[in-house]
């Protein structure tokens, strides 16, 4: 099938991956209310995604699984680093309110490419955290119902463009995993 470029798709979902049992778990849910918006073609929805789910026109449901390669990749330790302490300081100060195990916190490399990282450890001299992405190694399954699947305007083009680099919304990252996180990276304050 042709994809559709700059169509304006909403979704309402449920997202399941297998937990340390290999049981399929819950790890997010849309409603109708607030459902998952993109406007395919502009890299805002994991490629994978958006090739399946494109298909599917207003009210369709669906059900399908992504594989880990097509997904966020396999786990990797390498993306596991020690980074120094004092580069969560706020006034002189750590930032013991939003640097501790199990957060995610919004990090930038020298180049500038903004990317979330989870603090796994907080030590007396360095913070360990994992730029991997939170589904790394897991295949994805989707189950939902298409809201809309039409093209979109060029207001609604504009609107995510400008969402997707930042310039309505401070230090996001967009829920996207950025690669590009080899280097210094520095803890991005909001």
């Known amino acids: 099938m042709e994809p559709k470029q700059n169509n304006f798709i909403q979704v309402d979902y449920e997202l399941f991956a297998p937990n340390e049992s290999g049981n399929l778990e819950l790890v997010e849910k849309t409603s109708t209310a607030t459902p998952f918006a993109f406007i395919s073609g502009l890299g805002f929805a994991l490629d ?3 090739q399946r789910i494109q298909q599917y026109q ?3 449901r669906f059900e399908f699984t992504i594989p880990v390669e097509e997904a966020y990749g396999e786990y990797t330790k390498e993306h596991v ?3 120094p ?3 969560f300081n706020v006034n002189g100060k750590f930032d013991e309110t939003r640097i501790y195990p199990g957060n995610v916190i919004p990090l930038a490399n ?5 990317f979330d990282g989870i603090v796994q450890e907080v030590k007396d001299d360095v913070v360990v955290i994992d730029l991997n992405h939170p589904l790394a190694g897991k295949p ?3 189950r939902g119902q298409v809201i809309s699947n039409r093209p979109a305007t060029t207001k609604e083009i504009e609107s995510f463009i400008n ?3 930042g310039e309505d919304e401070g230090c996001d990252c967009c829920g996207h995993h950025h690669e590009g996180h080899e280097g210094h990276c520095h803890h991005c304050h909001e």
């Open 85 to 87: 302490k004092d580069l």
């Open 110 to 114: 020298e180049d500038g490419n903004h």
């Open 81 to 83: 680093i020690s980074l």
């Open 163 to 165: 969402k997707m680099s």
């Open 58 to 60: 207003q009210n369709d």
């Open 48 to 50: 994978s995604f958006e």
């Open 140 to 142: 994805l399954t989707f």
